[in-house]
T-cell receptor, first 114, second 113 residues
């Protein structure tokens, strides 16, 4: 049973536009959420996180929104750049810091078109 | 720091053979995680250690899989005997238990033929 779901395996966005990647979770005990970015032949790298006490966290072009009542979070990238083309993983944990092991979604392959 | 170091980067082996994957975490990180990535299941947590002690191995798929962490700077994931369905990319990650998330290694791509 997938506790973290990324229902879009891929997403294509034009350069300069906004990319919106979505993630849903089922475990109401999750209280800390992270996004990772992965290039081919490399390990995932941490991008941005959000605690359940917040509903928004922003870091440069990247913003994560959390809707606890809907058990939904999204990652916004604006403006999208060619280097953003990668697989994005949503992850969640119950400990607020990662001690229990992150549960990952299957990932969304973002393709930025020139 | 050189980051989390995994070896080998690629491993091709025949079914039935023993496979050992290695990981060197970032110095000072108290947590070490082993993940497996497949197309069907995405990134799955196999096992994690805290201060060299295995805490949760519920993700280990079968008894053919075992993991050890003899000291703070080294961990192994062993598959014996290996099967074609074990083919995947295996990632090691370490963490200081901070809000910045885990640091992953570059992974070991395992192919069992």
């Amino acid at each position: 049973d997938q506790q973290v779901k990324q229902n879009s395996p891929s997403l294509s966005v034009q350069e300069g536009r906004i990319s919106i990647l979505n993630c849903d979770y089922t475990n109401s005990m999750f209280d800390y959420f992270l996004w990772y970015k992965k290039y081919p032949a490399e390990g995932p790298t941490f991008l941005i996180s959000i605690s359940s006490i917040k509903d928004k966290n922003e870091d440069g072009r990247f913003t994560v929104f959390l809707n606890k009542s809907a058990k939904h979070l999204s990652l916004h990238i604006v403006p999208s750049q060619p280097g953003d083309s990668a697989v994005y993983f949503c992850a969640a944990t119950t400990s607020g810091g990662g001690a229990d092991g992150l549960t990952f979604g299957k990932g969304t392959h973002l393709i930025i078109q020139p | 720091d050189a980051g989390v170091i995994q070896s080998p980067r690629h491993e091709v082996t025949e079914m039935g053979q023993e496979v050992t994957l290695r990981c060197k975490p970032i110095s000072g990180h108290d947590y070490l995680f082993w993940y497996r990535q497949t197309m069907m299941r995405g990134l799955e947590l196999l096992i994690y250690f805290n201060n060299n002690v295995p805490i949760d191995d519920s993700g280990m798929p079968e008894d053919r899989f075992s993991a050890k962490m003899p000291n703070a700077s080294f961990s192994t994931l062993k598959i014996q005997p290996s099967e074609p369905r074990d083919s995947a990319v295996y990632f090691c990650a370490s963490s200081l238990f901070t809000s910045s998330g885990y640091t992953f290694g570059s992974g070991t791509r395992l192919t069992v033929v």
